[in-house]
């Protein structure tokens, strides 16, 4: 396939994407860069940028039509008279000009820019069209752009300042995004008081082109980069972002401070920005699903990036302090506790060594108060003996300089303790001048030293909390029942709603939409009549509930349309004419359409609620909690983002207070969790699959120890009138179906091909069982013991994919008792950008030579087609003779490099 550039020129769809590619590096790591707008007019910041670019070891060229030189460099009168191919272009230009200058820098060869100018879509309409022209112009020409209304990029590794803040930030492992300019100086100034470097310093302005997840990519590649800090006011693109992120977060911390808690505050970030802000709480569940940490303050931004550099991750919320001061143990405990951290219980055998080396007077519990005359050797055998206590999940030690303490060479002895196993050491040294030595002595040694030992145990607990979020998006989870879901029947129950012109699906048709995800909903039938209520009444049992039946009233109680505990004929038929008057008084006659009857069940349980609705930004979002009547009361619930897991459903639960009370509290015996699990799992199905579905609630979901059902639901579809692809994109990509199918072997076994689920796990480990030393030889070019292949660590990246980025098939196959097994692998992996890929394929020796290696390369294409890759690759030993000629089959063109002793396999698919 060919694309034809914004000058006219047409290069094929391989071309474009190394243009891509060449244009993220050019912003970042440029050669030769082009001011636009340079000047020598003090207080410009045209002027600024010439000046902080003058240490960079590459070109600068300016660029002023008025000038002939700038700072002693010649000026050219516009891009296309610079003599040299220019990277990147650094523009400064009045907004209304921009648009122009991209062009002019495009048919000039640029590869990317940096546009400083503000003016944009953040003063309205007419700046988003500036916008517009712009972005449309860098699409067709592969150009990638920061900004507009930004300060600008610092590359320190590279010396590259091109920004108007006044000084270049020091180099350092962390690298810092924001959305705003001014926090950038702000922050810039913090960091040289407290000595924090940096590897990138970035304004992204209002992300135009070049988004947080196009950054969190980049910097997650990045060897200079050790953690990603982040100030943000909106998210921008989410499923991008969302996507980098659970890509990058297992191997960098991204640390982010969102902007905008209240709404007067994500009213005024909303108009810094120009973007629309989503719901705070949801945008939380965003962070946690993609192991993002959020914190509060600036500095907590900082202390993160540098904590999770220097010490492991806790593996339990239980901090014990070792204090030589009982008052700063207290003001620890209060944050730790506050913050969501536990203090750890000591053991009977932790007390007893304590006892051996404290003097009497020490606390006797945790805090392990040393007390004020501890010397050096107290403390660090107090500590070695805490640091053993298998309650314990991480240590604080607070000192205070008092006449017989000595700061230094307290922290001269705890310097072997600086890494524990699995255990957090954390330092509090309070004081000034006087400790200030023992406090350099500490971070040294890697034991992040705070002022404060509240600040401290906050830290543990974000910690913990970053910790345990990121098990949680890893832990394998239980597989969900699938074969009571018909989808079929939802779309059309969905497709007669919206073919109607409704937006307002009835009762009845709600319940007939959660069935068919298998949610358990009380019978409901329709009676146009008295008489037929009678004997739909008689038909179910009595007593029986009366609800009005109507396509423009959602909301039965508000109107009379809700009758309860109907004992007799009688009083159904009363029931009917009630709702029916009350309905017809208030409304129009085509309010009613009659009533449903239903079972009277009796209360007797949790009243729950189940719900969803559409954020502006993340699309889908979930809730669940406490429901009932006075569910706005209470306001106990959780939110989270389809769909989900077994593990991410019971982590969605335990955020809320009425989970506990679900377990059995006073007398009452316990909920099926496991079930409610699965019920929240289709639910989540469903929401993210029927894409039509604006909103949805369940409420009340009953549940006891007898049953779980839905009471009542509402659904909300959007405006029929609208294009498909106008619906809200959904932030995680759900379960690609389309891509499940069956397929008959050679020798008439029959599997299913689908894409691979987390639930998968123990099926990978089996199939690995399965395998010979030649197969893992010719598949992965080296032995690799079984013991290392099955490890959950690894399987997790295998199972937990983003279907976004990479595709996992395996072929199924069930034994007579209806086990599942898996016979065979193949993955399709995207490289950085998406228009490329690599593919492997892995089959279990007992059904090679069966034709299920080429089924699943040939689907592995088609898949790439129709997710937009250009071009799939891999590299296969000479040996494979069997992949070198499937992949031949299946169109892939084979030649041996010689070089590197592999078979390189290509297609192009357009």
């Not at 607990?461 to 079929?488: F, S």
Request: net charge negative; proline share 6%; glycine share 8%.
């Amino acid at each position: 396939m060919t694309v034809q550039t914004a000058t006219g020129k047409v290069i094929t769809s391989i071309e474009a994407a190394a243009r891509e590619r060449d244009s993220f590096e050019a912003l970042f790591k440029p050669k030769t860069i082009a001011v636009i707008g340079a000047t020598e007019k003090e207080g410009s910041v045209g002027l600024a940028i010439m000046r902080n670019l003058k240490p960079f070891r590459g070109q600068v060229f300016p660029v002023n039509p008025n000038r002939a030189t700038v700072l002693g460099l010649k000026a050219y009168p516009n891009i296309a008279a610079v003599p040299t191919r220019v990277d990147l272009a650094v523009i400064v230009t009045p907004a209304p000009t921009v648009p122009g200058i991209v062009g002019e820098c495009i048919a000039a060869g640029v590869k990317a820019a940096l546009i400083i100018s503000a003016g944009f879509k953040e003063i309205g309409p007419e700046g988003a069209e500036l916008e517009r022209q712009i972005l449309e112009q860098a699409r067709r020409a592969h150009m990638r752009i920061v900004g507009p209304n930004c300060l600008g990029i610092m590359n320190t590794h590279l010396g590259l300042n091109a920004t108007f803040a006044d000084r270049m930030a020091r180099p350092g492992k962390v690298a810092f995004l924001s959305q705003s300019g001014a926090l950038c100086t702000a922050v810039l100034d913090w960091s040289f008081r407290e000595n924090v470097g940096f590897s990138y310093f970035i304004s992204v302005g209002s992300m135009l082109d070049v988004g947080w997840g196009d950054l969190i990519d980049y910097l997650g590649d990045d060897p200079n980069t050790e953690s990603i800090v982040m100030y943000m006011e909106t998210i921008g693109d989410a499923r991008a972002f969302i996507s980098a992120a659970r890509e990058v977060a297992m191997n960098k911390p991204i640390i982010v401070i969102k902007a905008g808690r209240t709404s007067a505050a994500a009213k005024a970030a909303a108009s810094h920005t120009g973007s629309l802000a989503g719901s705070d709480d949801a945008l939380d569940a965003a962070f946690r699903r993609c192991g993002v940490l959020r914190v509060d303050t600036i500095s907590d931004l900082f202390h993160m990036a540098e904590v999770l550099s220097k010490q492991p991750r806790p593996r339990g919320p239980r901090l014990t302090i070792v204090t030589n001061a009982g008052g700063p143990g207290v003001l620890a405990t209060d944050a730790l506790v506050l913050s969501g951290g536990e203090l750890a219980t000591l053991t009977p055998e932790t007390m007893e060594k304590l006892d051996a080396i404290l003097p009497p007077a020490w606390s006797h519990n945790n805090p392990i108060d040393v007390l004020g005359d501890a010397t050096p050797e107290r403390y660090a055998q107090a500590l070695e003996i805490a640091a053993a206590d298998p309650n314990s999940d991480g240590l604080l030690v607070i000192l205070t300089p008092q006449a017989m303490t000595d700061p230094k060479a307290t922290a001269e002895l705890l310097k072997p303790y600086a890494r524990l196993r699995n255990k957090p050491l954390l330092a509090s040294w309070m004081g000034g001048d006087v400790v200030a030595e023992g406090q350099r002595i500490l971070n040294e040694a890697n034991i992040p030293t705070f002022d404060h030992p509240d600040t401290a145990a906050r830290m543990f607990t974000y910690m913990w909390r970053y910790a345990d979020n990121l098990r949680a998006l890893y832990e394998t989870p239980v597989p969900v029942e699938e074969r009571v879901v018909n989808r079929a029947e939802a779309e059309a129950i969905i497709n007669r709603v919206r073919s109607s012109g409704r937006t307002l699906l009835t009762e009845y048709e709600s319940k007939k939409l959660l069935a068919a995800y298998g949610i358990p909903t009380v019978l409901t039938e329709i009676a146009t009549d008295e008489d037929e209520a009678v004997r739909i009444a008689e038909h179910i049992g009595y007593p029986v509930v009366l609800k009005l039946h109507s396509e423009t009233i959602t909301h039965k109680t508000d109107v009379g349309g809700v009758k309860l505990n109907l004992r007799d004929a009688q009083a159904v038929r009363e029931a009917f004419r009630l709702i029916k008057a009350a309905v017809l008084a208030r409304g129009k006659p085509g309010d009613f359409l009659g009533v449903t009857v239903q079972p009277m069940i009796a209360l007797e349980g949790y009243e729950l609620i189940l719900g969803s609705t559409t954020d502006a930004q993340l699309g889908p979002v979930l809730l669940f909690g406490a429901g009932g009547q006075l569910v706005e009361v209470f306001k106990d619930r959780a939110l989270g983002l389809p769909p989900l897991n077994t593990t991410l459903a019971r982590r969605l639960m335990e955020q809320t207070r009425i989970y506990t009370a679900l377990h059995g509290v006073r007398g009452r015996k316990p909920v099926d969790l496991s079930e409610l699990e699965q019920i929240l799992v289709r639910f989540s199905y469903l929401v993210s699959e029927q894409r039509w579905i604006k909103e949805l609630d369940i409420n009340p979901l009953l549940a006891s120890d007898k049953q779980i059902i839905a009471l009542d639901a509402r659904v909300v579809l959007h405006d029929p009138r609208l294009d498909e692809r106008d619906l809200p994109r959904r932030a995680i990509r759900p379960y690609p179906i389309r891509y499940v199918a069956p397929f008959t072997l050679n020798d008439g076994t029959r599997v299913l091909i689908r894409p691979i689920r987390p639930e998968d796990e123990p099926l990978l480990v089996e199939f690995h069982h399965t395998l010979s030393e030649e197969s893992v030889y010719l598949r992965y070019f080296h032995p690799f013991p079984l013991s290392e292949r099955i490890a959950h660590e690894r399987l997790t990246r295998i199972c937990f994919i983003n279907y976004e980025r990479e595709m996992a098939l395996v072929a199924e196959l069930r034994d007579e008792q209806g086990k599942p097994h898996i016979i065979g692998v193949g993955r399709l992996i995207k490289l950085r950008g998406g228009l490329e890929a690599e593919f492997a394929i892995l089959v279990t020796d007992a059904y090679q030579h069966l034709g299920l290696g080429r089924e699943l390369l040939s689907r592995l294409v088609q898949i790439g087609r129709e997710e937009g890759v250009v071009r799939i690759t891999a590299d296969i030993l000479p040996e494979n003779t069997g992949m070198i000629r499937v992949s031949e089959q299946v169109g892939f063109t084979c030649r041996l490099d010689p070089e590197e002793g592999v078979v390189k396999a290509e297609i192009v698919l357009r």
